[in-house]
T-cell receptor, first 114, second 114 residues
Framework: DGGITQSPKYLFRKEGQNVTLSCEQN?????MYWYRQDPGQGLRLIYY???????QKGDIAEGYSVSREKKESFPLTVTSAQKNPTAFYLC?????????????FGPGTRLTVT | KQEVTQIPAALSVPEGENLVLNCSFT??????LQWFRQDPGKGLTSLLL?????REQTSGRLNASLDKSSGRSTLYIAASQPGDSATYLC?????????????FGQGTELSVKP
């Protein structure tokens, strides 16, 4: 069954700790994306990757880092430099970053930092 | 700045009613517009994708239209059911959008009462 998995579903961390969110897809998609969703706001792009070993900053990349060592995997690290990390994080993928293709989303990870 | 707006923010209707959700965007140079459904605490489910060359797309009881000249899209839901209760998000992919990113509206929270 093809799809996007994100783990864990809920994550709790203390302030000052780095935390890594997992995103895996078995759709053979080249492009992958990380978005952040806050209450009452639309999703905002953090990072994206068009191909393995390449990634680009999105609109709100400060305090985050990513890697793309494998086509299937695009983990997101929330560092202690992120001033307001508590949010719902959504990973997405697309066959290609070419704009005609649909994006598919994972189930999300809710991160709470206290 | 590219913006996507959804009005109303919340809508409550009785079961069986036909309804229209609205989405407006400031940048008419778009590749496509995508409608999503989000259940509480869940990821996004893609409903319909309308390419810029299309006027509408249909899937079951859902019909989405696109009018680039006026910067508007609508999602029509026929014979609404309680199971349709969710937040509906629209997102545009503009010519200027880096890496194929989507720009999201804030969503319309729909409640269908039995």
């Amino acid at each position: 069954d093809g799809g996007i998995t994100q783990s864990p579903k809920y994550l709790f961390r203390k302030e000052g700790q780095n935390v890594t969110l997992s995103c895996e897809q078995n759709l053979n998609h080249d492009a992958m994306y990380w978005y952040r969703q806050d209450p009452g706001q639309g999703l905002r792009l953090i990072y994206y990757s068009q191909i393995v070993n390449d990634f680009q900053k999105g609109d709100i990349a400060e305090g985050y880092s990513v890697s793309r060592e494998k086509k299937e995997s695009f983990p997101l690290t929330v560092t202690s430099a992120q001033k307001n990390p508590t949010a719902f994080y959504l990973c997405a993928s697309s066959i290609s970053s070419r704009p005609t293709y649909e994006q598919y989303f994972g189930p999300g990870t809710r991160l709470t930092v206290t | 700045k590219q913006e996507v707006t959804q009005i109303p923010a919340a809508l409550s209707v009785p079961e069986g009613e036909n309804l229209v959700l609205n989405c407006s965007f400031t940048d008419s140079a778009i590749y496509n517009l995508q409608w999503f459904r989000q259940d509480p605490g869940k990821g996004l489910t893609s409903l319909l994708l309308i390419q810029s060359s299309q006027r509408e797309q249909t899937s079951g009881r859902l019909n989405a239209s696109l009018d680039k000249s006026s910067g508007r899209s609508t999602l029509y839901i026929a014979a609404s059911q309680p199971g349709d209760s969710a937040t509906y998000l629209c997102a545009q992919r503009g010519v200027k959008n880096q890496g194929g990113k989507l720009i999201f509206g804030q969503g319309t929270e729909l409640s269908v009462k039995p």
